[in-house]
């Protein structure tokens, strides 16, 4: 299984961007898609996710109410819609997916390659 993220860029202060994640390979149990970064020097830490059988979704106080987490489960694509970036967001953005529950990041059984949002002031 593989995970392609993309729409990663430079933003400045209060801007948008929206990620992308989609799934591709062998067919596998889709529980949840979630999204994690990792700053320079600090540990990988959780954004967001989604549990599709019931659409919850779940949030990193951080993020609250500036993200969105969003996809579409018979493609195996997740996005997170970022609003009101601020510069603490910069980090390397990893998109994975688990076949059961849990939420950390240990749970997730496959990983994307990360892609890079810088927030400059």
């Known amino acids: 299984v593989q995970l392609q993220a993309s729409g990663g860029g430079l933003v400045q202060v209060g801007g948008s961007l929206t990620l992308s994640c989609a799934a591709s390979?062998?067919?596998?149990?889709?529980?949840?898609m979630g999204w994690f970064r990792q700053a320079p020097g600090k540990e990988r830490e959780f954004v967001a996710a989604?549990?599709?059988?019931?659409?919850?979704?779940y949030y990193a106080d951080s993020v609250k109410g500036r993200f969105t987490i969003s996809g579409d489960y018979a493609k195996n694509t997740v996005y997170l819609h970022m609003n009101s970036l601020k510069p603490e967001d910069t980090a390397v953005y990893y998109c994975?997916?688990?076949?059961?529950?849990?939420?950390?990041?240990?749970?997730?059984?496959?990983w994307g390659q990360g892609t890079q949002v810088t927030v400059s002031s």
């Open positions: 390979g062998r067919t596998f149990t889709n529980y949840a």
């Open positions: 994975a997916a688990r076949s059961r529950p849990g939420a950390q990041a240990s749970d997730y059984d496959y």
């Open positions: 989604i549990r599709w059988r019931v659409l919850n979704t």
